[in-house]
């Protein structure tokens, strides 16, 4: 009981000299140790990267959850070292709701197959959307936050440390010039001196060996910068390959929206015709409202065991003539593959010349490149004025 209470008393008696010598360095009234220029650039290099990777963490984790709700509730999962439940994405989320919706409307509608190819490639964003974010919180998070919980936790204590030894040593000088001056005063060897003295010997080593123990730690900041580049260069694949993903299944939908556009507004133009009155179904069919119209094309009686190709709709772009004036230029924004002679591939971003013919199909065009000619979907260009 006895030492608990001297070790209290020691302790108030360190603390208060601390606090004093604080007060007066910072009323320049007591002279403070510097720290080397070396030992200082080392101390503000760290605190930038503990302020960057504070900043980076948390702008990052509100990229990957933008919901701030659902970002509490996986810290309080982490804190408790608890698995975080598997989340549903908006992507997921929204393909449950298109296919049960062509569900409703009827699948084999052409609304409710539109619904489920959408609704299907959806769902496919939104697995990858998942599995970014799982990669991307292994791969990057976790190293930031294993940094700011670990390493920085360990050079703060220790600079703290540090802090204290500075103010011990500080007041040991302070005191023995005290002493010095009192010992002048009294022309005599005081044992006060000799006693700062001794003091001042033993916080001069406690300081220097926890300044080489702090100066290692700030040393390690080089190597936390190496592992944070890797973890950079991790994050970065990972976004790459989940936008790739991306890009190829929209792309992938497009086609297949591009594929079955006509058929689906060709059935529903059938229909309509069926149900309408005699003079609406005589009346003549309105040509593209962009695009000038060459003149028709005179449709060839079938006749027995003789082909008839523009009645099949078989296009022979070689006897397809441009409008004299009025074609317009369009720009391509995916590539396109020719299905077969009729049709013109395409690479993005090439310049081409379109027209429409009276009685095509409304998704696509005549494309001319040079002396190459065919159809091309209206859905992978840009019409320019």
Same mark, same amino acid.
């Given at each position: ?11 108030? @008696?360190?603390? =208060? ?5 604080? #007060?007066? /360095? ?7 140790? $510097?720290?080397?220029?070396? =030992? $200082? ?31 509490? $509730?996986?810290? !309080? ?15 997921? !989320? ?10 409703? =409307? ?5 609304? @409710? ?6 609704? $299907?490639?959806?769902?496919? !964003?939104? %697995?990858? /959307? ?37 103010? *011990? ?29 001794? /003091? ?62 006509? /058929? ?15 003079? %609406? ?31 099949? @709709? ?12 009025? #074609? ?20 993005? *971003? ?10 095509? *199909?409304? *998704? ?22």
């Amino acid at each position: 009981m006895e030492f608990n209470v001297k070790k209290l008393a020691s302790d108030a @008696g360190v603390f =208060f000299s601390r606090a004093m010598q604080f #007060t007066e /360095e910072k009323l320049g009234q007591a002279e403070k140790t $510097e720290l080397d220029a070396h =030992f $200082e650039n080392l101390l503000a290099r760290a605190d930038c990267t503990k302020n960057w990777t504070e900043k980076i963490l948390r702008q990052t984790e509100v990229l990957l959850q933008p919901n701030p709700s659902a970002r509490v $509730e996986e810290f !309080l999962y982490e804190k408790l070292d608890r698995k975080v439940p598997s989340r549903v994405t908006n992507g997921e !989320l929204l393909a449950q709701y298109m296919t049960e919706a062509a569900n409703d =409307f009827g699948p084999g509608t052409p609304y @409710g197959k539109t619904l489920i190819k959408v609704g $299907e490639t959806q769902r496919r !964003l939104g %697995a990858a /959307e998942r599995e970014f974010i799982r990669s991307a919180s292994i791969s990057f998070l976790t190293p930031l936050r294993n940094f700011l919980e670990g390493d920085w936790r360990t050079i703060s204590k220790e600079r703290r440390i540090l802090q204290n030894r500075r103010l *011990d040593l500080d007041a040991c000088k302070a005191r023995l010039k005290k002493a010095k001056a009192a010992e002048a005063k009294a022309a005599l060897w005081s044992d006060e001196v000799e006693k700062a003295e001794h /003091e001042l010997r033993l916080t001069q080593t406690e300081f220097d060996r926890q300044a080489e123990v702090t100066r290692l730690l700030l040393e390690g900041i080089s190597s936390t910068h190496v592992n944070h580049l890797r973890c950079l260069h991790e994050f970065v694949e990972s976004q790459t390959n989940y936008y790739a993903q991306c890009y190829q299944f929209m792309l992938d939908l497009q086609k297949q929206l591009g594929s079955s556009k006509g /058929e689906i507004f060709s059935g529903t133009f059938v229909g309509n015709a069926e149900s309408a009155s005699p003079a %609406a179904a005589t009346s003549p069919p309105v040509a593209a409202a962009t695009l000038p119209a060459v003149p028709t094309i005179p449709v060839v009686p079938t006749i027995v065991g003789v082909p008839n190709t523009v009645a099949e @709709g078989v296009l022979n772009p070689n006897e397809v003539k441009p409008p004299a004036s009025g #074609t317009r230029r369009a720009r391509v924004l995916y590539d396109y593959e020719a299905a077969d002679s009729t049709e013109l591939a395409l690479l993005a *971003d090439e310049m081409i010349t379109v027209y429409s013919l009276p009685g095509m *199909d409304p *998704d696509w065009l005549i494309g001319e490149r040079g002396n190459q000619k065919g159809k091309v979907p209206v859905t992978y260009l840009e019409l320019l004025s």
